[in-house]
């Protein structure tokens, strides 16, 4: 897996046109200088439920390394990208803001008012950074280096001279996922959530779908297209009926019953749910990924 990235501008005025967004420029620049790949921006208002969906769409769907959010980090009654950050991670990393803020101390006795976190969810690195873009531009200069190798231990499960991925990511935990449907603000419009759970299977394609004789399967390399993938979710979401898609690919050289993926829709009724996931784990299987069978000697 490649260092792969989001930018997210937490900006009440940003998200509705009102003031140009120079800090998440900034720190795109920073980071694809830096070798990352950012295949992911977006301006959000500093609403709890806004800010949850961009950072978990980021790490559950997108499956991205890095997620850096600049804004929502001071004192006003409105700046809540710290709170609702804490509740997503599954682990904190205290050292990371604790560096910017030393280093922002070296600028400004204000420097200690931050109050950006950062922290692991599954494996993707999230990391706070201030509104302003030249506090954010000091604040992740400071840490960069540091953060590329800790994505680089994160991604390849401890050591950042191993070759990833095999064994595949760490899959998600659907409890969560409903858990977090439910509590999202489209919930009460939702009649049904209708889940697929793709893993791999020791029997070959061909004799499942032509009835020939063929060697088990023993594992899989798998891989995906994420903006592919990112799109075919975004589309269906559109669908008369249908208010919550989330989904999650797995890629590397996977086992018999590893995870291939998994996909979460809910909707208002029976026929538009059923229909709408038909429809995107098809495209999914079509369009955006990659497989190959590794049979047994």
């Given at each position: 897996?490649?260092?792969?990235?989001?930018?997210?501008?937490?900006?009440?005025?940003?998200?509705r046109?009102?003031?140009v967004d120079?800090?998440?420029?900034a720190?795109?620049?920073?980071?694809?200088?830096a070798?990352?790949?950012v295949l992911?921006?977006?301006?959000?208002?500093?609403?709890?439920?806004?800010?949850?969906a961009?950072l978990?769409?980021?790490?559950d769907?997108?499956?991205?390394?890095?997620?850096v959010?600049t804004?929502?980090t001071?004192?006003?009654?409105?700046?809540?990208?710290?709170?609702?950050?804490?509740?997503?991670?599954?682990?904190?990393?205290?050292g990371i803001?604790?560096?910017?803020r030393?280093?922002?101390?070296?600028?400004?006795?204000?420097?200690?008012?931050?109050?950006?976190?950062?922290?692991?969810?599954?494996?993707?690195?999230?990391v706070?950074?201030?509104?302003?873009?030249?506090?954010?531009?000091?604040?992740?200069?400071?840490?960069?280096?540091?953060?590329?190798?800790?994505?680089?231990?994160l991604?390849?499960?401890?050591?950042?001279?191993?070759?990833?991925?095999?064994?595949?990511?760490?899959?998600p935990?659907?409890?969560?996922?409903l858990?977090e449907a439910?509590a999202?603000?489209?919930?009460?419009?939702?009649?049904?959530?209708?889940?697929?759970?793709?893993v791999?299977?020791?029997?070959?394609?061909?004799?499942?779908?032509?009835?020939?004789?063929q060697?088990?399967?023993?594992?899989?390399?798998f891989?995906?297209?994420?903006?592919?993938?990112?799109?075919?979710?975004?589309e269906?979401?559109?669908?008369?009926?249908?208010?919550?898609?989330?989904?999650?690919l797995?890629e590397?050289e996977?086992?018999?019953?590893?995870?291939?993926?998994?996909v979460?829709?809910?909707?208002?009724?029976?026929p538009?749910?059923?229909?709408?996931l038909e429809?995107l784990?098809a495209?999914l299987k079509?369009?955006?990924?990659?497989?190959?069978e590794?049979?047994?000697?």
């Amino acid at each position: 897996m490649s260092r792969t990235a989001a930018v997210i501008t937490i900006s009440d005025k940003g998200a509705r046109g009102e003031r140009v967004d120079t800090s998440g420029p900034a720190v795109k620049e920073l980071l694809e200088a830096a070798g990352f790949q950012v295949l992911h921006t977006a301006i959000v208002p500093d609403e709890a439920a806004d800010i949850r969906a961009e950072l978990i769409k980021c790490a559950d769907e997108l499956g991205l390394a890095l997620v850096v959010t600049t804004g929502g980090t001071g004192f006003s009654p409105r700046d809540v990208t710290p709170e609702v950050t804490a509740e997503v991670l599954e682990r904190t990393v205290p050292g990371i803001p604790e560096a910017m803020r030393a280093e922002s101390m070296k600028v400004t006795d204000r420097g200690c008012l931050s109050r950006g976190i950062a922290g692991i969810r599954a494996r993707t690195l999230l990391v706070n950074l201030p509104g302003s873009e030249k506090a954010a531009r000091e604040n992740l200069a400071a840490v960069l280096p540091a953060i590329g190798h800790g994505v680089d231990m994160l991604l390849s499960q401890g050591s950042a001279d191993c070759a990833v991925p095999v064994g595949g990511k760490t899959p998600p935990s659907m409890d969560a996922w409903l858990r977090e449907a439910k509590a999202a603000p489209d919930s009460g419009k939702v009649g049904m959530y209708l889940t697929h759970n793709g893993v791999v299977r020791a029997t070959a394609r061909t004799q499942v779908r032509e009835g020939k004789a063929q060697r088990a399967v023993t594992g899989m390399r798998f891989g995906y297209d994420k903006e592919r993938a990112e799109a075919a979710a975004a589309e269906i979401r559109t669908w008369p009926g249908i208010f919550h898609v989330r989904i999650w690919l797995n890629e590397g050289e996977l086992a018999v019953g590893d995870d291939l993926m998994y996909v979460l829709v809910g909707g208002d009724i029976r026929p538009h749910v059923i229909a709408a996931l038909e429809a995107l784990v098809a495209k999914l299987k079509k369009e955006c990924v990659t497989e190959e069978e590794i049979n047994s000697n």
